[in-house]
């Protein structure tokens, strides 16, 4: 599986991005997907994570605190991660990855696979 992470750039605070993560086969072969971000010099750490199955289980990091929604959709072998009222910590590069063993494994440290990163830079 390979996967592929775009829809970063600069937006004001209080603005929204969509980011998007593709996968390269079906992400049914994978038994969740989710994004992570990284400030350099800082620890990446984990941000959502929605299962690859039908019923969608998704589960999101505290600091998210509701403004932030993982989807899928299954035509375009694509997760997606809407932020609304993005604030200046949001910034960062946002990374997806996906596991076969499902959502734990996701949410624990990153799955088997990975994306290249996407920045995401609010402005104050």
């Known amino acids: 599986v390979q996967l592929q992470a775009s829809g970063g750039g600069l937006v004001q605070a209080g603005g929204s991005l969509r980011l998007s993560c593709a996968a390269s086969g079906s992400i049914f072969v994978v038994g969740a997907i989710g994004w992570y971000r990284q400030v350099p010099g800082k620890q990446r750490e984990w941000v959502a994570t929605i299962t690859t199955t039908t019923a969608g289980v998704t589960k999101y990091a505290d600091f998210v605190q509701g403004r932030f929604t993982i989807s899928k959709d299954y035509a375009k072998n694509t997760v997606y991660l809407q932020m609304n009222s993005l604030k200046p910590d949001d910034t960062a590069v946002y990374y997806c990855?996906?596991?076969?063993?499902?959502?734990?494994?996701?949410?624990?440290?990153?799955?088997?696979?990975w994306g290249q990163g996407t920045l995401v830079t609010v402005s104050s």
């Open positions: 990855t996906a596991d076969q063993r499902g959502l734990l494994p996701v949410v624990r440290g990153g799955g088997a696979y």
